[in-house]
């Protein structure tokens, strides 16, 4: 997964990552969000420190995805505070939280969301593709990513064609391939094996080894027992918090 040469993001410019080691990577405050007359979230906060991994966790409707889509600027909370990368995300219109995204941010969410019919070389190169890159430094990178999590060879296959395991490694590729300082992750071994987990889910540490952070939702224990702090949602709230390491 190199890092192509012509992809250095002004950091001054709107949707501009700041530099690394600037405080929390992303930090929610009292955010609390409803769907019509559903409350999903009631006044959650959470930050994600760099290098830290935090597993969320809680039963089926906590409120968990609501939360993972917030901090990715993909769904505007009711009220409180987002904080994405240093930016507050209430003074970011769509197209610099998009930026700020594809330059800091790696996204899995539950059902992978692959593009259909798009060959998964592509597929995994397009973070790049959508911040400059040429195409074939892209499809280079996004080669490397796949073989990482274990699709070596498939690049030219498209979704239709994978299991759902090796949808849910080309959706982790996809989201490593521009080496993000974040990851926000829904359930990304679900899909996979025990080992077929274990070897992902290494990936995945491994960006907060190297000072990002990892947010990472699941219902597994084993897997909660990866990170660093587990925090618990329940009905909307956080229900308990415990530091792990
Ligand atoms: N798009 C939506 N429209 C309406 N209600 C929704 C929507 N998405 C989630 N909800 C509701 O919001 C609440 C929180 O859902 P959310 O998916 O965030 O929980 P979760 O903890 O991720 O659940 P799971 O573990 O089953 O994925 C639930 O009551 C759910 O039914």
């Known amino acids: 997964m190199s890092e192509p040469a012509d992809r250095q993001p002004a950091e001054t410019s709107p949707g501009a990552a700041p530099p690394a080691g600037a405080g929390p990577l992303v930090v929610l405050d009292a955010v609390a969000h409803a769907y019509a007359r559903t409350p999903a979230l009631r006044g959650v906060s959470l930050a994600v420190a760099p290098g830290e991994v935090v597993a969320l966790t809680g039963p089926s409707g906590g409120g968990k995805s609501t939360l993972l889509h917030v901090a990715a600027g993909l769904l505007a909370p009711q009220a409180g505070r987002v904080r994405l990368l240093g930016q507050d995300l209430a003074g970011l219109g769509e197209a610099p939280r998009a930026a700020l995204r594809r330059r800091g941010v790696g996204i ?27 195409l074939e430094p892209a499809r280079t990178a996004a ?28 959706a982790v590729a996809r989201a490593l391939v521009a080496q993000p300082r974040l990851v926000l992750a829904d359930e990304p071994v679900a899909s996979l094996d025990p080992e077929g987990g274990r070897q992902v ?31 618990r949602l329940s009905g909307g709230v956080v229900a308990h918090e415990a530091v792990l390491r």
């Open 143 to 170: 080669r490397e990513a796949l073989a990482l999590v274990g699709l070596e060879g498939l690049g030219d296959a498209v979704p239709a064609g994978l299991s759902g395991g090796q949808a849910q490694r080309a």
């Open 201 to 231: 889910l290494d990936l995945l540490v491994s960006v907060a080894r190297r000072g990002g952070g990892l947010l990472l939702v699941t219902h597994d224990n084993a897997v909660a027992a990866r990170a660093d702090r587990e925090v």
């Open 108 to 134: 899995v969410l539950q059902y992978g969301q692959l593009v259909p019919d798009l060959p998964l070389v592509d597929d995994v190169a397009l973070p790049l593709l959508l911040e400059g890159s040429a």
